[in-house]
């Protein structure tokens, strides 16, 4: 079973730094595009970053030089390292991919992982 399973969430304070991962566990037979999103509290899940198989990646306006989205494709790992975080960055950030596989037959999933939380105060 394919899953995705966040990591790196915690305390900072502003200014500071946290790198969250998702790793695809499991044997998909593709990854394709991967993207972070975030909810914050009384606030509706927005996206925040997306790298596509291609490698392109985009980012939100709020989150513009403030963050890096990044893979490791040898340990199936996207990366997003926030910088100079600020207090707006508190969410529980999700991470979001589209997963192909193979079980009775060639299958597609868009998956979403558990999430994990991040919260800057000071």
């Known amino acids: 079973q394919v899953q995705l399973v966040e990591s790196g969430g915690g305390l900072a304070l502003p200014g500071g730094t946290l790198r969250l991962s998702c790793t695809v566990s499991g044997n998909p037979f593709k990854v394709g595009r991967v993207g972070w999103y975030r909810q914050s509290p009384g606030k509706e899940r927005e996206s925040v970053a997306t790298i596509t198989r291609d490698g392109s990646k985009i980012y939100e306006d709020s989150v513009k030089g403030r963050a890096t989205i990044s893979t490791d494709n040898a340990k199936r790992t996207v990366y997003l390292q926030l910088d100079r975080l600020v207090a707006e960055a508190t969410a529980v950030y999700y991470c979001?991919?589209?997963?192909?596989?193979?079980?009775?037959?060639?299958?597609?999933?868009?998956?979403w992982g558990q999430g994990t939380v991040v919260t800057v105060f000071s």
């Open positions: 979001n991919a589209d997963i192909y596989y193979y079980s009775v037959s060639y299958d597609y999933a868009e998956l």
